[in-house]
C-alpha cells in the first residue's frame, strides 16, 4: 500500500509540475502581451486544478499511511532535515500551494474581462509554482 501511494506520488509529481508550469507561462505571457482569453485557457488552468488536487489527496493519504508519528516524537523529526521536510515542511508548502492554485482558478471565473482573467492565474499559479520548486525533495525525486 505504502509503496504504491509512494509510486503514484511519484509519478503523478511529472504531470502537476508540468501543468503548472505550461498553466503558469502561459497565463503570464497571454497577460503581458493583453491576449483574448480563449476556452483553451479555461481548459489548462481547470486541468492544472484538478491533476493538482488529485496530487493533493495522494500526499495526503500518504501522509498519513506513513504512521510518521508511531516510530519517532515529533521532537525526533524535527532534528532530522530529511523527516522535518516529509512531515512538515514538504506537506505545508504543497497544502498552501494547491489552496493558491484553487484561489486564482475561482477568481478568474468570477473575473469578466479577459486581461483581468488572465492575470488572476497569472499572479497566483506563479506563487504556486515557486513554492512548489522550492519544496520538491528534487535528490529524493530524481534519484529513484
Ligand atoms: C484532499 C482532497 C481535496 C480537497 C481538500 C479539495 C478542495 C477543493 C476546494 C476548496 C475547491 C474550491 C471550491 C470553490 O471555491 O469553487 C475545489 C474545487 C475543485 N476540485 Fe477539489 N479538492 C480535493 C480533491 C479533488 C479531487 C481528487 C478532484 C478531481 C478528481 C478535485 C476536483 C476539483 C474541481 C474540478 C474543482 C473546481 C470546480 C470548479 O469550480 O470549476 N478535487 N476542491
Ligand atoms: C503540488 C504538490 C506536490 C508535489 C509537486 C509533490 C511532489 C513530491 C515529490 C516529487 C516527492 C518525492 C517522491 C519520491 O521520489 O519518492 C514527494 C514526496 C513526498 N510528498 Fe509530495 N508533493 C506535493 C504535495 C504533497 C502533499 C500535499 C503531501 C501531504 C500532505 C505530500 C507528502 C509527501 C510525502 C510524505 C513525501 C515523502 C515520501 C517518502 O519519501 O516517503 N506531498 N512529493
Known amino acids: 500500500m505504502y509503496s504504491t501511494l509512494k509510486m503514484l506520488h511519484h509519478y503523478w509529481a511529472y ?3 508540468f501543468m503548472i508550469v505550461v498553466a503558469t507561462f502561459n497565463a503570464v505571457y497571454k497577460t503581458m502581451t493583453k491576449k483574448e482569453y ?3 485557457d479555461f481548459r489548462m488552468s481547470l486541468f492544472t486544478l484538478i491533476v493538482s488536487h488529485i496530487h493533493l489527496l495522494i500526499g495526503l493519504v500518504l501522509w498519513f ?4 508519528f ?4 515529533m521532537g525526533e523529526i524535527m532534528k532530522n532535515a530529511t ?6 515542511e514538504h506537506p505545508v508548502a504543497m497544502i498552501l500551494a494547491v489552496a493558491l492554485i484553487t484561489i486564482g482558478y ?3 471565473k ?7 482573467k488572465l492575470k488572476s492565474i497569472a499572479i497566483f499559479y506563479s506563487i504556486a509554482l515557486v513554492l512548489v520548486l522550492a519544496k520538491i525533495p528534487w535528490k529524493a525525486w530524481l534519484n529513484l
Not at 65 to 68: G, V
Not at 70 to 73: A, L, P, Q, R
Not at 110 to 116: D, E, F, I, P, V
Open 83 to 88: 523527516m522535518r521536510s516529509n512531515v512538515v
Open 106 to 108: 475561482s477568481k478568474h
Open 110 to 116: 468570477k473575473k469578466l474581462t479577459s486581461t483581468n
Open 65 to 68: 499511511a506513513a504512521d510518521y
Open 38 to 40: 480563449e476556452a483553451r
Open 70 to 73: 508511531s516510530e519517532m516524537s
Open 15 to 17: 504531470l502537476v509540475l
